[in-house]
């Protein structure tokens, strides 16, 4: 089954700074490939997403880019803020609307102000 | 976005005894439905998926007879932990998506805490 990998699992940046977040997924049948972000005590919220037939995609201070030849795929966040402290998890799923979501192992990003 | 509501919020209860978490997808229907189970400070672990009128299915090393799933109607799907222990204490969390393939819209969440 698929398989998801994140790095790093901790990650603190002077605000302003950008932030860059990793992932490799195992299955090339995966397609869909979303980034939440939780929290603490609360629900995952989606922040952006991206599919196989697009290379990158932007939204404001955010951005992700995938690779599919390598598996891997990325979360940018430009001009950091205080509010941008969180744990970000990525994903990958298939077509399906059975497709099971995989969760990477989580990023704790800290901005330090 | 959709919305999808799960209760309780929270839930302390004894050792040995069983509890029910629902989860309602309140403006879609949900063929499928999906229950994570996340410990502090971990990732979301996948414990099964919910298939409406059908049997869920179960990832690998999670016991279907303590985790009983069900998913009787398009919108409601339900985890009761049977004669839950103190290692079962967790964060429960549920999701469903609206369309094939689209964004996964979480649950609030039901914190377990068995004594």
């Known amino acids: 089954g698929e398989n998801v990998e994140q790095h790093p699992s901790t990650l603190s940046v002077q605000e302003g700074d950008s932030a860059v977040i990793k992932c490799t997924y195992s299955?090339?049948?995966?397609?869909?490939f979303p980034w939440y972000k939780q929290e603490l005590g609360k629900r995952p919220q989606l922040i952006i997403d991206?599919?196989?037939?697009?290379g990158e995609k932007k939204d404001q201070r955010i951005a992700v880019t995938l690779n599919k030849t390598a598996k891997h795929f990325s979360l940018h966040i430009t001009e950091t803020q205080p509010e941008d402290s969180a744990v970000y998890f990525c994903?990958?799923?298939?077509?399906?609307?059975?497709?099971?979501?995989?969760f990477g192992s989580g990023t704790r990003l800290s901005i330090r102000p | 976005g959709a919305v999808v509501s799960q209760h309780p919020s929270w839930v302390i209860c004894k050792s040995g005894t069983s509890v029910k978490i629902e989860c309602r997808s309140l403006?879609?229907?949900?063929?499928?439905m999906f229950w994570y189970r996340q410990f502090p400070k971990q990732s979301l672990m996948l414990m099964a998926t919910s298939n409406e009128g059908s049997k869920a299915t179960y990832e690998q090393g999670v016991e279907k007879d303590k985790f009983l799933i069900n998913h009787a109607s398009l919108t409601l799907s339900t985890l009761t932990v049977t004669s839950a222990h103190p290692e079962d204490s967790s964060f429960y969390i549920c999701?469903?998506?609206?369309?094939?393939?689209?964004?996964?819209?979480f649950g609030e969440g039901s914190r377990l805490t068995v004594l």
């Open positions: 991206i599919r196989s037939n697009v």
């Open positions: 403006d879609f229907q949900a063929t499928t």
């Open positions: 299955d090339s049948a995966s397609n869909y």
């Open positions: 999701s469903a998506s609206a369309l094939i393939g689209g964004e996964l819209f």
């Open positions: 994903a990958a799923q298939g077509d399906s609307s059975a497709s099971k979501i995989i």
